[in-house]
Each structure stands twice: as structure tokens, then as C-alpha cells.
């Protein structure tokens, strides 16, 4: 069903703001930015904002979800927030100006695409390294702070540091 | 296939994820090294997720719904389903690795085949995401059992005894009853005779990297998907289950 002018406008302006709330556990990157933000939808005269988690037990979902609804209920009232399981998120919706982002702030983007099995731990893959750009590091630990990041130490500068994992 | 096969389908997935979840979480502050720690309790958090999943859907289908907490927190050891396998204690670190390498490799294939089917789509999403992190355990289990299988002979011979002494409750993962010949039938789950040779087979292949063998002539025991338990599981989840009970109505 096409969407009416009205409603239109509404999805859009909801869709303005919940672009703009942050991932808790990578502040400076949105949730767009992270491919969490699927969609805004009108369902039933209101607005539905669909996210999508990165991990099944990310406990940030709860804190986004929040967020959201905070954000979409100052346009519309009434607005709800939905968690969608499908399709999967993959990193692989993380944009390249996004993966420069989390360069600058200390964390190694995800390298290549998730369907490639060879990234699965980064064993196989060279991480280079945020801080000296060498791509003399080894993995540590393929689990992180968080559900999504592996742990890396870089063998020129000996920083540790973190990598996104490819999922 | 009944709604009252499917809950068990679920609740079968549920437990198993949420006990092994609770056993991980058991290890955090305590696991030899802080890779460790970290890693164990992430792994812990991914089942976990999988688990409110799972559980949610099981609730839905009650009669008297009930929601993913209530099924975890207000149930006694007789009502869940898990694997015997899952509930036994953490041992020493050889002996949760030992744990979780045979139950991923299982999870994996069990799991990949959700996610594949059309019969239920709700598991098939649910499962299309846990895939991508079981194989990541998957993959740090079994470099965990060739670390130590093929390190120092105390490292392998520790390890070689725990795969013997927990080889006993295996077995039960391939046991089928009603509810899960139905599931298969239906092409929801896969066929477990299949499943068991490409098991056994993945299991020996690092089982032979690792220098390790297969315990030979072992009884197997089962009764976990009866709600039939080992005495160490009531003994958990008296610790994981306490709060909740004494204020059921508790919000934090």
C-alpha cells in the first residue's frame, strides 16, 4: 500500500531524529551508521521504528530501543519501537565512511565481507593497526569488551587494540 | 507437528543455551588467564541472547502464556529440558572446554539446519543470527581442545580425561523422542542419524589434531529432555534462581 502524503512526512520526520540516536557501546557512531536503523514504517496511523540487534545478546538493544522510543514519541505519541531478527545483521551494512570512523577512534573496522569464512576470526587476515597503520599484529582473543569486537595487539607500536569482527 | 511438540522443540533450545549460559557466567573473575575471562563470559551472553529468544516463542505457545523470565526464573529442575551435559560443574578449565567443544559442534549443526528450513520462520530468523556467533565458539573451543591436547602431557592428559568422563552424556543428544521425530518429520529439525555422523566425524578430526582419542564402550546417560536431571542441576539453579523468587515481582 503506498503511504500517504501525511503519513509520508511523519515516517520522515521520525526518521530524522532516531537517525540521529548513538550505538551506547560505540558513542560516536549512530545506529544508521551501524546498520542497526532498518526501518520507519506506518503501521495503524502510527510510526514503527524497526531495529535490528548485532548479536543476539547485545544488552545495548534494551538502551537503543529506548532511545528510539524517546526519540520517535517527540513527533509522534503514540510511535513504537520493534526489534526485527531478520534478515541477520551483517557487518557487511557498515559503510566504508564508517569504518573510517571507528579508525580514528581506536577500533579496527571489519575487513571484507562476512560470506568470506577465512574472516571469521581475522586469524588468517591482516588487521592493520589504528594508531601505526603496520599490519604487524596478532589476535589475542577473538572476544572483546563487547559481543562484537575481538582483541588485537599491535607487534610494532605494542598498543592493544580492539577489532569489529566480521559477522 | 503439535503446538505441545514445538514447546518442547523450543524449550529444548531454551534450556540448553540458558544453562550452558549460566555455568559460563560462573567463570567470570575466575578464568585462568583474562583472554579467558572475557571470552567465556561473551560466549555466556551470546547463549544467553539465544536463549530469550528461544524462551519468548515457548512462552507464546503455553496455554497460559508465559514471558522468557518467567520461564527461566520460575520453573523447577524438573520442568527443564536441557542436556545432561550442560548442567554438569564448570571442573577445572579443561573440563568446560572439553564441555563446550562437544556441545558447539552439536549446536552448530543443529542450528545451521534451523536456520535453513521454512518450516517456522520465527527460528529460522532466530537461528540465521545464532549461527554467526556459535561459529565463532566453535572455533575457540576446538583451537582450546588442540592447545591443550597437543601442549605438555599434563595439559593432554587432562583434557583426555575430561572428553572420557564426559563422554557418557553425548549419547543423549541424538535421542529422539515424539516431539522431536515430529520435528523432523515436519523438516523443522534434521534428521539426528545424519547429524550424529557429521558430529562424530568433526568431532574426531580435532579429536586426531589434538592427539586426543575417543573413550571406547562408555554407557551413555540420558533423562535431560525427560526433565530427568543430574543432582547438579537443581544445586544451579537454586544460586541462578534465588532473587527472582524471593521477589517475584522484582523490576531492575
Given at each position: ?9 511523519l515516517?520522515?520526520?521520525v ?18 551508521e551501524?546498520?542497526?536503523?532498518r ?17 543476539s ?20 505519541p503514540r ?10 545483521w551483517t ?15 581506536g ?5 571484507g ?8 576470526t ?6 592493520p593497526?589504528?594508531?601505526c597503520?603496520?599490519s604487524?599484529t ?13 582483541s ?14 566480521c559477522? | ?19 550452558l549460559?549460566?555455568?559460563?557466567g ?27 529468544s528461544?524462551l ?13 523470565d518467567e520461564?527461566a526464573?520460575?520453573?523447577?529442575a ?6 545432561l ?6 571442573g ?5 572446554i572439553?564441555?563446550?567443544f ?7 549443526l ?31 573451543s576446538?583451537k ?12 593432554h592428559d ?8 564426559l563422554?557418557?552424556?553425548?549419547g ?8 522431536d521425530n ?6 523443522l ?38 526433565g530427568?536431571?543430574?543432582?547438579h542441576?537443581s ?5 541462578m ?12
Amino acid at each position: 500500500m503506498k503511504m500517504s502524503e501525511d503519513h509520508e512526512k511523519l515516517a520522515a520526520s521520525v526518521l530524522k531524529r532516531v537517525r540521529k540516536v548513538m550505538d551506547p557501546e560505540l558513542p560516536f557512531l549512530t545506529i544508521e551508521e551501524m546498520g542497526m536503523l532498518r526501518d520507519v514504517i506506518i503501521e495503524d496511523e502510527h510510526c514503527v521504528v524497526i531495529i535490528t540487534p548485532t548479536y543476539s545478546g547485545c544488552p545495548a538493544t534494551d538502551v537503543i530501543s529506548e532511545d528510539c522510543l524517546l526519540a520517535a514519541r517527540v513527533i509522534d505519541p503514540r510511535a513504537e519501537v520493534r526489534i526485527a531478527m531478520s534478515p541477520a545483521w551483517t557487518t557487511d551494512w557498515i559503510t566504508d565512511e564508517t569504518r573510517v570512523k571507528m579508525t580514528t577512534h581506536g577500533i579496527a573496522p571489519p575487513v571484507g565481507q562476512s560470506h568470506d569464512r577465512a574472516f571469521l576470526t581475522g586469524d588468517d587476515r591482516t588487521i592493520p593497526c589504528p594508531s601505526c597503520k603496520t599490519s604487524e599484529t596478532k589476535l589475542v582473543s577473538a572476544f572483546g569488551s563487547t559481543a562484537c569486537k575481538a582483541s588485537f595487539t599491535c607487534l610494532n607500536c605494542l598498543e592493544p587494540f580492539e577489532h569489529f569482527k566480521c559477522i | 507437528m503439535t503446538n505441545s511438540q514445538l514447546t518442547d522443540i523450543l524449550l529444548r533450545l531454551g534450556d540448553d543455551s540458558l544453562v550452558l549460559s549460566q555455568r559460563l557466567g560462573e567463570w567470570c573473575g575466575h578464568a585462568p588467564i583474562l583472554e579467558e575471562d572475557i571470552a567465556l563470559t561473551n560466549i555466556a551472553l551470546d547463549l544467553l541472547g539465544q536463549t530469550q529468544s528461544y524462551l519468548t516463542l515457548a512462552g507464546n505457545l503455553l496455554s497460559e502464556t508465559k514471558t522468557d523470565d518467567e520461564l527461566a526464573f520460575h520453573r523447577d529442575a524438573t520442568d527443564f529440558q536441557n542436556l545432561l551435559l550442560l548442567e554438569q560443574p564448570n571442573g577445572h578449565f579443561g573440563d568446560t572446554i572439553a564441555r563446550q567443544f562437544l556441545f558447539d559442534i552439536f549446536s552448530l549443526l543443529k542450528v545451521q539446519h534451523l536456520a535453513s528450513q521454512s518450516v517456522n520462520t520465527d527460528i529460522a530468523a532466530i537461528a540465521a543470527k545464532a549461527v554467526k556467533e556459535i561459529r565463532y565458539h566453535v572455533d575457540h573451543s576446538s583451537k582450546w581442545v588442540v592447545r591443550l591436547g597437543d601442549g605438555t602431557p599434563e595439559s593432554h592428559d587432562r583434557i583426555q580425561k575430561s572428553i572420557n568422563d564426559l563422554w557418557k552424556f553425548t549419547g543423549e543428544m541424538f535421542m529422539c523422542d515424539e516431539s522431536d521425530n515430529a520435528g523432523t518429520q515436519a523438516g523443522l529439525l534434521p534428521d539426528y542419524t545424519s547429524m550424529k555422523i557429521e558430529w562424530l566425524s568433526r568431532v574426531e578430526d580435532t579429536l586426531n589434531e589434538a592427539g586426543l582419542t575417543i573413550p571406547e564402550n562408555v554407557d551413555m546417560k540420558s533423562g535431560g529432555r525427560r526433565g530427568q536431571h543430574t543432582e547438579h542441576l537443581s544445586i544451579m539453579l537454586e544460586e541462578m534462581q534465588v532473587l527472582p523468587r524471593l521477589h517475584p515481582r522484582a523490576n531492575w
